[in-house]
């Protein structure tokens, strides 16, 4: 479909369901990876739209009917999410489905050192997104109309399982501790187990902040969101404070007390505090895991990249960080 066609096909449609009256502009917006992600203009009203990709896609991937029933579901809940305007499967329209949602005029904070803001906003902003994460969790997802969105129960078992069957799978040299978590780990699963709502991937420039204020106004990218165990999600954020900067997204090594960033324990406390349990017992379980699933995520893009079908143009960096990350997710592991 061609972009004109695209357009025009578009405009039709919005109009068509009362939410433009006039000609649109497009933007392709930056953000989510997987889901290209448009800003629509039609005079002073403003919307985003996110769809599948084209072309063939495994039949789990790319979920944007997924991520539009939770944000609809979470709709006047404690988390705040863009409203929901209109999901569309006719894939006549676009060429693929997609869904209509409000657009967020806030900030999106992608360098989590938070540079440019004193010390005070930056504490602000941390406890900001360690409530909102705590919010998600304490959720009543039966009340919300989610029971079925995901299996209860199991989740470390299922992941540790699936993601090892995906890093064997490529039949490319695995880096020496991605092997040694894949043996560790299914012999180290927490016996506890819980079920809550959980985001998936949420991480700071997953947020969007108010213009002025440091409080969360929206939160997206819900496309890896299901039922599962939540310190799975809580930890996964926390490895920010075991990877450098030099290597992936992290903020190990800053000078935290200077810049009003918690550190990795006093964040713990701040989670704990919200939520109403300690959560310290499997700390390094829960570090080690989720290395290992990022570790195991940038393996398989290095199998794509080595196949020359890897869709990011830093593919092949990505994929050599592997082995780094899985190598602090065994330190991670031998920690008591």
């Known amino acids: 479909m061609t ?10 449609y919005l109009k068509d369901i009362g939410l433009v009256n006039g000609p649109i502009e497009l933007s392709q917006l930056t953000g989510g990876q997987s889901n290209p992600t448009y800003k629509i203009s039609s005079g002073n009203d403003h919307f985003v739209l996110r769809k599948k990709p084209a072309g063939v896609l495994l039949p789990s991937a790319h979920a944007v009917d997924r991520e539009y029933r939770v944000m609809k579901a979470l709709a006047n809940s404690a988390v705040p999410v863009p409203k929901m305007l209109a999901y569309c499967e006719d894939e006549n329209v676009i060429g693929t489905a997609f869904f209509i949602m409000e657009f967020l005029d806030g900030r999106v904070f992608i360098d ?3 540079p440019g803001l004193s010390a005070d906003e930056r504490s602000a902003i941390y406890c900001e997104m360690n409530k909102t994460i705590a919010a998600i969790h304490q959720l009543d997802y039966v009340a919300l109309g989610l029971e079925s969105f995901g299996k209860p129960g199991n989740y470390f078992s299922r992941q540790v399982a699936r993601w090892s069957r ?6 490319i040299p695995i880096p020496d501790s991605l092997n040694k978590l894949m043996d560790w780990l299914p012999e180290h699963i927490p016996s506890e187990d819980e079920t809550t709502l959980i985001h998936g991937d949420f991480r700071m420039d997953n947020l969007v902040f108010h213009q002025s204020e440091t409080r969360v106004i929206g939160v997206l990218d819900w496309e890896l969101s299901t039922l599962g ?5 809580f930890s996964y954020q926390c490895m920010a404070w075991r990877i450098p900067p030099s290597l992936w997204r992290g903020i190990a090594g800053l000078e935290f007390s200077s810049l009003g960033i918690p550190s990795e324990s006093e964040y713990i ?3 704990e505090k ?3 349990r300690p959560v310290l017992e499997h700390w390094p379980f829960l570090m080690a895991y989720n290395l290992f699933r990022i570790a195991a995520i940038l393996h398989g893009i290095a199998k794509r990249a080595m196949d020359g079908n890897a869709n990011a ?3 092949v960096e990505n994929g050599e960080k592997a082995g780094a990350l899985a190598d602090i997710g065994w330190a991670c592991a031998q920690q008591k």
């Open 229 to 233: 165990n939540p310190l799975a999600d």
């Open 274 to 276: 919200q939520i109403g």
């Open 166 to 171: 995906q890093v064997r799978e490529a039949n």
């Open 313 to 315: 143009s830093d593919a």
């Open 3 to 12: 972009n004109v066609s695209f357009q025009e096909s578009l405009e039709h």
């Open 112 to 114: 989590q050192s938070l």
């Open 269 to 271: 406390a701040m989670y």
